[in-house]
Nanobody, 125 residues
Framework: QVQLIESGGGLVQAGGSLRLSCAASGLTLSNYAMGWFRQAPGKEREFVATISWSGHNTYYADSVKGRFTISRDNAKNTVYLQMNSLKPEDTAVYYC??????????????????WGQGTQVTVSS
């Protein structure tokens, strides 16, 4: 059974940093591109960042570019999202997701086949 488990969320002041982790079980993450999405209350889920299976290609939403960094450690079967200079508008539940087989890299939710349960990030002003 495929499981993606996020951790590292919490409450932080504006300007602070958090590092989210997404650990996988039941599959080998190195075979897949991975992504992070987020959903704020009353809003649709939105793309945050994605990384190719090799880690050589990354893409970011304009709203987080220059502040967030996605990375992966295939030996640990884990993907990370380093979030710096956090803003109150970054407050959301953050989800990690695995692309479907054969997808090289993706920014659309439809390309992702498995999702974690989410971790709450709250940024206070």
């Amino acid at each position: 059974q495929v499981q993606l488990i996020e951790s590292g969320g919490g409450l932080v002041q504006a300007g602070g940093s958090l590092r989210l982790s997404c650990a996988a079980s039941g599959l080998t993450l190195s075979n897949y591109a991975m992504g992070w999405f987020r959903q704020a209350p009353g809003k649709e889920r939105e793309f945050v960042a994605t990384i190719s299976w090799s880690g050589h290609n990354t893409y970011y939403a304009d709203s987080v570019k220059g502040r967030f960094t996605i990375s992966r450690d295939n030996a640990k079967n884990t993907v990370y999202l380093q979030m710096n200079s956090l803003k109150p508008e970054d407050t959301a539940v953050y989800y990690c997701a695995k692309t479907q087989a054969g997808v090289v890299v993706a920014t659309k939710a439809a390309a992702f086949g498995s999702w974690g349960q989410g971790t709450q990030v709250t940024v206070s002003s």
